[in-house]
C-alpha cells in the first residue's frame, strides 16, 4: 500500500472504515478542485465550497497522523518514507511543471522542487510531520505546542513559500492530533448520537458559510498565507488559526460519524487514493488550460455545477481503481532496492 498516505491497517488486513474515509475524502477534495473555476457568481456553491474546505484536509491529515503513530526513523521505515513520499514528490512536482509549461502555455515555467505546485504540497507536507513524528510522542503537550506553532506562523509572513511551510505549519496540529488518537476515539464519534447531532451542526455551518460567503477570504482556508499577506492584521492570524482548527474538528468530526464501517463497492479504492489525489489535479488543471471553463459559461449553473461534480467524482475514481495503481506504482511505490543499503540496520 502507498506509504505516502495514511495505510489502512498496521498490519495484515486493511480496516474497511479508514479505507471509506480515504476515498470518500478524495472525491471531496477532488469535487471542490472542480468547483473552484466556475463558483464565482454562485453564493451557494462558494458557501458549500467552504464547508468541504474546512474539514476535508484536516480529515485526511488526522487520519495520516493516526497511522503515523509507530512511525522511528529505523532504516525500514526511512526507506518507506523516502520511496512512498519522496520519490512521488519528485516525480509528480516534475511532471506538474512540465505540464504547465507545455499544456498551459508557460514557457518560463520552471522545475523547482522549493515551490510545491498545486497538489504536491501535501506530499512535502507529509515528510516533514513524519519525520519530526518522534519529537512530537516525547513532548507532554503536543497538540498545544503543535497549535502555537501554527498561531505564530499565521502571523509571520517572513516565512515564505519555500516547500509551501505556511500550510506545513498552520496544518500541523491536525497531523499532532491524528498521532494522539486511538482506535476508541474513531469509536466515540461513530456513535448514533454523534451522527444525530453533526446533523444540526452541518446545517448550522452551511448557514454560517452561506452568511460568509461575499465577506470572507478564502485564504483562511488554504493556509498557505499569513494574515499580513491576506490584507488583516497580525492578530487575525491568532484568531482565526483557532477559529479554524476548532470548525475543521467539528466538521471532521460529522464527517466520520457518517463514513460507512462496512466493507461497500468502493472501499476497495480506498487503497489507492495517493493515484486519485495526484492524478485528478491534471484533469481539473488541463481543463483550465483548454480554456473550457471560459468557453462553456454555463458550467457555472446549478446544471452546470451537477456535472462538473458528477466528473470530477468518476474521474477520481477511477484513478483509484487497481489497475491504475498499478501503473503508477513506479512512481508512488517504487521498490528501489538499488538505492539502499542492504546493512543499513546493522550501521
Known amino acids: 500500500?502507498?506509504?505516502?498516505?495514511?495505510?489502512?491497517?498496521?498490519?495484515?488486513?486493511?480496516?474497511?472504515?479508514?479505507?471509506?474515509?480515504?476515498?470518500?475524502?478524495?472525491?471531496?477534495?477532488?469535487?471542490?478542485?472542480?468547483?473552484?473555476?466556475?463558483?464565482?457568481?454562485?453564493?451557494?456553491?462558494?458557501?458549500?465550497?467552504?464547508?468541504?474546505?474546512?474539514?476535508?484536509?484536516?480529515?485526511?491529515?488526522?487520519?495520516s497522523g493516526y497511522f503515523s503513530r509507530s512511525f522511528e526513523m529505523t532504516p525500514g521505515k526511512v526507506k518507506?518514507?523516502?520511496?512512498?513520499?519522496?520519490?512521488?514528490y519528485v516525480v509528480f512536482e516534475t511532471a506538474y511543471s512540465l505540464f504547465k509549461r507545455y499544456a498551459g502555455g508557460a514557457p518560463g515555467q520552471e522545475i523547482s522542487l522549493?515551490?510545491?505546485?498545486f497538489l504536491t504540497w501535501f506530499l512535502i507536507a507529509l515528510f516533514v510531520w513524519r519525520v519530526t513524528t518522534p519529537l512530537w510522542k516525547t513532548l507532554r503537550h503536543p497538540l498545544a505546542v503543535a497549535l502555537g506553532i501554527a498561531v505564530l506562523a499565521s502571523m509571520t509572513p517572513a516565512i515564505g513559500d519555500d516547500l509551501d511551510l505556511q500550510r506545513v505549519l498552520q496544518l500541523l496540529p491536525f497531523f499532532v492530533l491524528g498521532l494522539l488518537l486511538q482506535p476508541g476515539h474513531f469509536q466515540l464519534v461513530r456513535r448514533r448520537?454523534?451522527?444525530?447531532?453533526?446533523?444540526?451542526?452541518?446545517?448550522?455551518?452551511?448557514?454560517?458559510?452561506y452568511w460568509a460567503a461575499p465577506r470572507m477570504r478564502l485564504g483562511w482556508f488554504y493556509r498557505s498565507n499569513s494574515a499580513q499577506e491576506m490584507g488583516a492584521s497580525w492578530w487575525a492570524g491568532a484568531v482565526m488559526s483557532v477559529a479554524m482548527f476548532g470548525c475543521a474538528l467539528v466538521l471532521t468530526a460529522a464527517f466520520l460519524a457518517w463514513v460507512p464501517r462496512r466493507h461497500l463497492w468502493f472501499t476497495v479504492l480506498g487503497a489507492g487514493t495517493v493515484c486519485g489525489y495526484l492524478l485528478h489535479g491534471f484533469l481539473v488543471k488541463g481543463a483550465g488550460y483548454a480554456g473550457l471553463f471560459d468557453r462553456f459559461e454555463w458550467l457555472g449553473s446549478p446544471g452546470g455545477l451537477v456535472l462538473v461534480s458528477l466528473v470530477a467524482a468518476a474521474a477520481v475514481t477511477l484513478f483509484c481503481t487497481p489497475p491504475v495503481r498499478r501503473l503508477l506504482r513506479f512512481a508512488t511505490e517504487p521498490d528501489m532496492k538499488w538505492a539502499f543499503r542492504r546493512d543499513a540496520g546493522r550501521l
Open 114 to 117: 522549493l515551490d510545491p505546485m
Open 1 to 63: 500500500m502507498p506509504t505516502g498516505f495514511p495505510a489502512a491497517a498496521p498490519a495484515g488486513r486493511r480496516d474497511a472504515y479508514f479505507d471509506n474515509v480515504k476515498f470518500l475524502a478524495i472525491v471531496l477534495v477532488a469535487v471542490a478542485h472542480a468547483w473552484e473555476p466556475v463558483m464565482e457568481g454562485s453564493r451557494a456553491t462558494r458557501a458549500l465550497y467552504m464547508v468541504v474546505y474546512t474539514f476535508h484536509m484536516p480529515a485526511f491529515i488526522i487520519v
Open 193 to 209: 448520537e454523534v451522527r444525530l447531532l453533526s446533523l444540526p451542526l452541518l446545517a448550522g455551518a452551511l448557514l454560517f458559510a
Open 80 to 88: 518507506r518514507l523516502i520511496t512512498g513520499v519522496v520519490v512521488p
